[in-house]
Structures are given as structure tokens and as C-alpha cells.
């Protein structure tokens, strides 16, 4: 199987997360993928999530029910460790669906509201740095 190449950051969707056109950032650094999410509530055996932010385009005022979720330990960049919430989704790149595990977080003071780890790029993706938005110019508008 072939890899695509795709760049440092792209603009795709997360159909079963109802966001559309969302900026995301290629990072190799990251194992995990992660996303925004404002509000998270776990009630019972659920998870209450609210994707919403003033700061990154296209996030709307989305609320999605997680009936399969756990927590994992994430470290960042700076060494620090962080337990969060981890979700199954599905992103689209190239107009294909893919399965995809999200760490929720909070990014609104990031510029991408999405990181893309390697977890989710091996086996599929390489990356070139001097690229951007490549699975997007690629989108049936």
C-alpha cells in the first residue's frame, strides 16, 4: 500500500463530530491526535462533549454524545502529563474516511484547533513540511 503525502496542515472534516472545513496541524512530534473540545460532562456511562470556540473557524456550537470513551495519559511537548479523555471518531483526507482516536483538550489558545499525531499517519500519510492543505485542494466543493 502506497502512502499520500500530505502537508504541515490541511483543512478536513469530522462528519460524525458535525465540523466541517477545520484547520488541522500535521505534527510528527505528537503521538496522539488531538482536539478541541470547550466542555466535556461525564454523566453515567457517557460522555457530554461541546465542541465550541469563538477563536477557530467553523466550530460551532456542537454537542456530541460519547457512549465509548476512556482516559489516557498524554505528555506534552514541555515534558508535562496530562490525563485526558479519549474518543473514537472518523476525519476525512482525500475524500476517504478514516477511523481516528482523539484526545480531548482544550486548545482555544492554539492556532490549530486539531493536531494530527502519528498514531493516526503511520501506515497511511508521509508528511512534507514544504506543503500545505493538500488533501483539501483536492475536496469536490
Not at 502529563?81 to 483526507?93: A, I, L, M, P, T
Request: proline share 1%.
Amino acid at each position: 500500500m502506497s502512502k499520500k503525502i500530505i502537508g504541515r496542515t490541511d483543512i478536513v472534516d469530522f462528519p460524525k463530530l458535525g465540523l466541517f472545513n477545520i484547520d488541522v496541524k500535521i505534527d510528527t512530534g505528537a503521538y496522539t491526535s488531538a482536539i478541541h473540545c470547550s466542555k466535556i460532562i461525564e454523566e453515567g456511562n457517557q460522555l457530554k462533549c461541546i465542541f465550541n470556540s469563538d477563536d477557530h473557524k467553523n466550530f460551532g456550537k456542537t454537542e456530541i454524545i460519547f457512549d465509548t470513551f476512556w482516559r489516557t495519559n498524554v505528555k506534552s511537548s514541555n515534558g508535562y502529563k496530562e490525563n485526558r479523555y479519549k474518543v473514537k471518531s472518523e476525519v476525512v483526507f482525500f475524500e476517504k474516511t478514516y477511523k481516528i482516536n482523539l484526545t480531548l483538550s482544550t486548545r482555544s489558545d492554539m492556532k490549530f484547533p486539531v493536531l494530527i499525531g502519528r498514531q493516526f499517519l503511520k501506515l497511511k500519510f508521509m508528511v512534507d513540511v514544504d506543503l500545505e492543505n493538500v488533501s483539501f485542494k483536492t475536496k469536490t466543493k
